[in-house]
């Protein structure tokens, strides 16, 4: 596809977006929220199908949160003020696959992506987990990294952005850009340098983890296109092109990027924070303990340096 065609599209789907996002929530498309309708519901009082991805609520403290999964189903709280990782609980999701990635939105609820394809929402309060109606394998995307972005700077509404392809490609690190519409389809963007985990800001903008590039690195993603700009190398966590038993996840929180990574020599985990103000690479935990494969952060994080 052309970028122009990409971008297009693009913008088409974020406008339906917004369209039936207002329609589901009775939330307008600037914001503004009808006080006499249920924004998890449906007119006729029935639930709205897949309730949160597009609330515009960020008045509980959870949005403000940077959630990671490990490969073994344990869901965790990382504060990178206190540098601490506390565990939620361990999900129980209806499969018996594991998890491959995660992403958190503006309601503070995961949306964890298992190794069969499947998508579920999990509660960042109590680790409930309910099913989506996501069909597995859209357009080839069998597995794929993903993170919200607010469609504009500050903006209420957000839209969930994948990064990913077929299992075979993982290796070769070629993966392509998509994003998903309210309706749960996919549609696919264009091509990336790599296979990237994602995350996405307040700010609207798109940033992903590369670590098979040489080095390893943090780029700036064109959200109608695929193409990326901006690049920080972070050449500290030892990663690289290769196979093995490696796993990578990724978040952005108060002005700052987070690299959860273990290469093949590592026991577990290692948590490393990157400062794009100067650059600097830190490892601010070593061996957590766990194999961590997905990061969330909902666009209500803080997005300033604090």
């Known amino acids: 596809m052309s970028a122009r065609g990409a971008r297009s599209r693009a913008g088409v789907a974020l406008l339906g977006a917004c369209l039936l996002a207002s329609a589901l929530s009775g939330c307008e498309c600037d914001g503004r929220e009808d006080p006499t309708r249920d924004a998890g519901a449906l007119p006729d009082g029935a639930p709205r199908p897949d309730a949160g991805m597009f609330n515009p609520d960020c008045l509980t ?3 403000r949160f940077l959630y990671v999964v490990d490969s073994s189903d344990v869901l965790l709280r990382y504060d990178p003020e206190a540098n601490t990782l506390t565990s939620l609980g361990r999900l129980a999701c209806p499969t018996t696959s594991s998890p491959f990635s995660m992403a958190v939105d503006r309601n503070a609820t995961a949306w964890v992506l298992y190794q069969d394809g499947r998508v579920y929402q999990v ?40 990064a990913g392809g077929s ?14 519409d309210p309706a749960l389809a996919l549609t696919p963007i264009g091509d990336l340098p790599g296979w990237p985990e994602l995350t996405g800001t307040g700010d609207a903008e798109l940033w992903g983890f590369f670590p098979d590039t040489s080095p390893p690195s943090i780029r700036l993603i064109d959200r109608a296109s695929g193409a990326t700009s901006t690049t920080y190398p972070i050449a500290q966590i030892g990663g690289g092109p290769g196979v093995g038993d490696r796993a990578w996840a990724f978040a952005f929180w108060g002005g700052r990027f987070y690299v959860f990574y273990k290469g093949e020599l590592d026991a577990t985990t290692n948590v490393w ?3 794009p103000s100067d650059g600097s690479v830190v490892e601010r935990i070593h061996d957590t303990g766990f194999r961590i494969v997905g990061a969330g952060v909902s666009t209500c994080a803080p997005v300033d340096l604090i």
């Open 273 to 275: 924070q990157l400062d």
């Open 167 to 180: 299992t075979l490609d993982i290796s070769l690190g070629t993966a392509t850009l998509g994003f998903v």
């Open 123 to 162: 509660s960042t309060s109590d680790v409930s987990c309910a099913a989506t109606s996501f069909t597995p394998n859209q357009s080839g995307f069998e597995v794929f990294g993903m993170g919200f972005v607010s469609d504009a700077p500050g903006s209420e509404a957000e839209t969930l952005f994948v």
């Open 61 to 63: 403290a959870a949005a």
